[in-house]
């Protein structure tokens, strides 16, 4: 297994746990997150874009992984995750630059993992 695909399935593992002993405020967290990034006036592969854009730019190497591979089952192209990395660099210039290349490093071992579960 590769080395972001590893990250992402421990988080999703740190998921499980914080949602488990946390509590009310995990179980509250979760509801929120599924509400807000359900289709509406915004398609829920926008949002997952928009929260990718985000989580660059807050330098949140977690956070890009999860939307990554979201926005990815939601249909996101190479493309359009390129043009939302490059919206990062807009708003958080140098450390987007950094951070944005691990998105788009993670983007092929995620892409390159989803044809191959998909055979």
Do not use: Q, W
């Not at 398609?43 to 992984?65: N, P, Q, Y």
């Amino acid at each position: 297994m590769s080395v972001y695909s590893e990250k992402l399935d421990h988080i999703h593992k740190n998921y499980g746990l914080l949602t488990e002993k946390s509590g009310e405020p995990g179980k509250d967290f979760l509801s929120m997150h599924v509400s807000a990034l359900k289709d509406g006036a915004l398609s829920h592969k926008e949002k997952e874009l928009m929260c990718l854009c985000v989580a660059i730019s807050i330098r949140c190497e977690g956070c890009i992984l999860d939307h990554l591979s979201n926005a990815i089952d939601a249909g996101a192209t190479k493309d359009e995750i390129t043009e939302t990395v490059n919206t990062s660099l807009v708003m958080s210039g140098g450390p987007a630059y950094v951070y944005g290349g691990t998105a788009l490093e993670a983007m092929e071992e995620l892409f390159d993992k989803k044809k191959a579960d998909d055979k």
